[in-house]
T-cell receptor, first 109, second 114 residues
């Protein structure tokens, strides 16, 4: 069963506009949710984790257990935000990690 | 701590050959996972090893195999290479002894099969 769904394969926004990358998950129990980012020619890196409730590079993500969503948001997109973003889930047992199919974000100057 | 390292970074092989890729995890991490990344398929999970035992496996043919050593370093082997095996192979490590269980990735090995 698909554990993590990212409905948008491609997303384009203008610089300064708000951006939201959608992520929905299916898992019973209390999983850990993450967002990973891959900039051009760089390694895949952790952007943020739901358990930390942090804001990294202006991005935030709120875990909505009722809607089983973990959308990534930023109020004002910057050109350097252009990258591939992956939503990921880890069961709280530490079992297999699941990645979504990724969303390629392009911020238009 | 040093990050996840992978060797070699680039590899060109001919169809039918076999290849071995290597991964050194972050010190203290005993879990190592392997992924195949392609533009069309995104990230595809191959397998995960923990303390020298394979604990999870993705949907790849038996030509793809792996192993982990007592120092947690891992190798992935692909036999009888096919053109479709051309991809970026990523290794990731994580600490399963404490939450959160996030993964840390290496730079990848770019495999080209001709």
């Amino acid at each position: 069963a698909q554990r993590v769904t990212q409905p948008e394969k491609l997303l384009s926004v203008f610089k300064g506009a708000p951006v939201e990358l959608k992520c929905n998950y299916s898992y019973s129990g209390s999983p850990e949710l993450f967002w990973y980012v891959q900039y051009s020619r760089q390694r895949l890196q952790l952007l943020l984790r739901h358990i930390s409730r942090e804001s990294i590079k202006g991005f935030t993500a709120d875990l909505n257990k009722g809607e089983t969503s973990f959308h990534l948001k930023k109020p004002f997109a910057q050109e350097e935000d252009s990258a591939m973003y992956y939503c990921a889930l880890s069961p709280n047992t530490g079992n297999q990690f699941y990645f979504g199919t990724g969303t390629s974000l392009t911020v238009i100057p | 701590k040093a990050g996840v390292t992978q060797t070699p970074r680039y590899l060109i092989k001919t169809r039918g050959q076999q290849v071995t890729l290597s991964c050194s995890p972050i010190s203290g991490h005993r879990s190592v996972s392997w992924y195949q990344q392609t533009p069309g398929q995104g990230l595809q999970f191959l397998f995960e090893y923990f303390s020298e035992t394979q604990r999870n496996k993705g949907n790849f043919p038996g030509r793809f195999s792996g192993r982990q050593f007592s120092n947690s370093r891992s190798e992935m082997n692909v036999s009888t290479l096919e053109l479709g095996d051309s991809a970026l192979y990523l290794c990731a490590s994580r600490n399963l002894l404490a939450r959160p269980y996030e993964q840390y990735f290496g730079p990848g090995t770019r495999l080209t099969v001709t």
